[in-house]
Each structure stands twice: as C-alpha cells, then as structure tokens.
C-alpha cells in the first residue's frame, strides 16, 4: 500500500469476522498502511456481529479516523473534496450511539457546491446518495461474489456486485471486491483486490 503514495486511503467496512480481540493479529497490519493526508474507515454489518466497540478502538489505536456520519475535507492543488462516510444500513438498532447510516448528518455544514466522495458499506446505499447528489459512492460488502456463480444471488439485494457504475445523472458507485472472504475460506472468478482511484476535476484540463 505504501507504494501506491495515495493521498487518501479509505476501508469501507467487514474488517473482520469475530471480535477485535480474537482477530487482533490479523487486523494490526493495517496500522502498517499508509495515507500523505489522511486513513479513514466506515463500519460494516460484520462488525456488528462480534462487539462492534471493540473494532472501533482497535482502528482508532492503529490510527485510522471514523467516518461516522460526518465528513472531513481533503484539500490538494486549489481544490477541495468532501470525505463523508455513513454506518452501515442494517445497524441502526446496534444501540451504539451515533452508528447507523445518517446521510443528512454526515453532510451536515458541507459546502454544496463541493464534490462529495461518500464512504457506505453496501452498495445499495447509493440510491439515497444519488437522490442527495453524491458524486462518488465507495462500497464493499459483496466481495465481488466470491464464489461463481453466487454473484448472481448478490445482485438480487445489490445494484452492483463489482467496478465502477452510474446511478442517475451524477452519482458514480465503485464497488470494490474487497481482499478476503466470508464462510469458505477461497474465492472463484472474484479477484482480491486494492484499488487505486484517480480522481480529476472537470473543471481543470488534465497535466502531464
């Protein structure tokens, strides 16, 4: 990762199956991953599952910021992006205080005028930042299908299982296959992978 020199390095949830303790020695080498201006992160629903809490401190030790229903700026050359993240969808009845996928208040104080990159674990989020005029949507969660020919079980529940889509006039999602699995241990026609996206105003001419 460190060779990729990203500005921004962003891990949108499922960190993990099990609680933070029992994967600690699997999750630490995260703090080894790193960002010129910033390492951020939204929960998934698997974190849900094994005491949520407990990833939440783990990632903040290794030094990576929540984005739980907020956003922060990211300013490079003259411009400035806005970096919001929500909690995933099937949390709202964690009982965590502030988990839960609230749109509205992880813009909240945005400049409107701003392009918005929104961290969202699932996929099917991106009906509601298209209706809020999201530019670009980052997801994980489907693991690209893992196993073919499941991914088609996957696009019943999701708008995307896998790459780059549009939804509406102006959002874009990426859904990225993410670089595990979940149940068995082995993934078929699903690459692992780690992206890295360029991303360009349309309003400056592209350089050399």
């Not at 919001?84 to 709202?92: H, M």
């Not at 979940?182 to 996206?197: D, N, Q």
Request: proline letters at 6%; aromatic letters at 6%.
């Amino acid at each position: 990762m460190s060779t990729l020199k990203a500005d921004l390095v962003c891990h949108t949830g499922d960190i993990a199956d099990g609680t933070a303790e029992r994967r600690r020695a699997q999750a630490v080498p995260l703090g080894t991953v790193r960002a010129t201006r910033a390492r951020v992160y939204v929960t998934g629903n698997h974190e849900y599952y094994s005491e949520a809490q407990g990833w939440v401190d783990l990632m903040d030790e290794l030094g990576w910021e929540p984005l739980r229903n907020r956003h922060l700026l990211l300013e490079r050359g003259g411009d400035t992006l806005v970096v919001a993240g929500v909690g995933d969808v099937t949390v709202e009845a964690s009982g965590l205080a502030g988990h839960g996928a609230h749109l509205a208040g992880a813009l909240n104080g945005a400049d409107p005028d701003l392009p918005v990159l929104l961290l969202a674990h699932q996929p099917k989020f991106v009906d509601r930042a298209a209706a809020a005029g999201i530019d670009l949507q980052l997801s994980g969660h489907t693991h690209g299908g893992q196993i073919w020919p499941f991914h088609h079980l996957v696009r019943l529940d999701q708008p995307a299982v896998a790459g780059l889509s549009r939804h509406g006039t102006r959002t874009l999602l990426y859904a990225s296959c993410g670089t595990s699995f979940w149940g068995p241990p082995f993934r078929v026609f699903a690459p692992s992978e780690i992206t890295l996206l360029v991303l360009r105003s349309p309003h400056r001419p592209t350089t050399p």
